[in-house]
């Protein structure tokens, strides 16, 4: 599976990054780019259940490839969720259920600050990915 141009771009970002502080640095920046929900989007359908934090998940279909915009209360989520969305966006459904989501992080050398709840947490979102494009 070829990589979109927002992956490339965070598998690019981050593996020149020298050491920890700066990936992390870098997720926090990568967090602020995420497009913002409106409160009416940020509601209790739209929200990611599995999740320690609070995260919400909105999908649209254009041209048969999903598009995903998330948001979450915690910083640090939404840098992991920005990365994830760079991965998944404009992927089918097959392509979505077949993503590696631990190979992915761990190319990005971002396998440390998965936590087992982070783990969970951007599975479930994962999870709901696809239910939502089922």
């Given at each position: 599976m070829s990589l979109s141009v927002a992956a490339q771009e965070a598998l690019e970002a981050f593996t020149t990054c020298p050491g920890w502080e700066q990936r992390a640095r870098l997720l926090m920046q990568w967090g602020e780019r995420l497009q913002p929900l409106s409160?009416?989007?940020?509601?209790?359908?739209?929200?990611?259940?599995?999740?320690?934090?609070?995260?919400?998940?909105?999908?649209?279909?254009?041209?048969?490839?999903?598009?995903?915009?998330?948001?979450?209360?915690?910083?640090l989520l939404r840098g992991l969720l920005a990365v994830l969305l760079a991965r998944?966006?404009?992927?089918?459904?097959?392509?979505?259920?077949?993503?590696?989501?631990p190979q992915w992080f761990a190319q990005l050398g971002l396998q440390r600050q998965l936590s087992p709840s982070r783990s969970n947490g951007l599975n479930a979102v994962l999870q709901r990915m696809a239910a939502l494009t089922r």
């Open positions: 409160d009416a989007e940020r509601c209790e359908a739209n929200r990611v259940h599995g999740c320690e934090s609070l995260v919400w998940l909105v999908a649209e279909q254009r041209a048969g490839h999903w598009h995903f915009r998330a948001s979450s209360d915690a910083r998944v966006d404009g992927l089918n459904g097959d392509q979505l259920l077949a993503l590696d989501l």
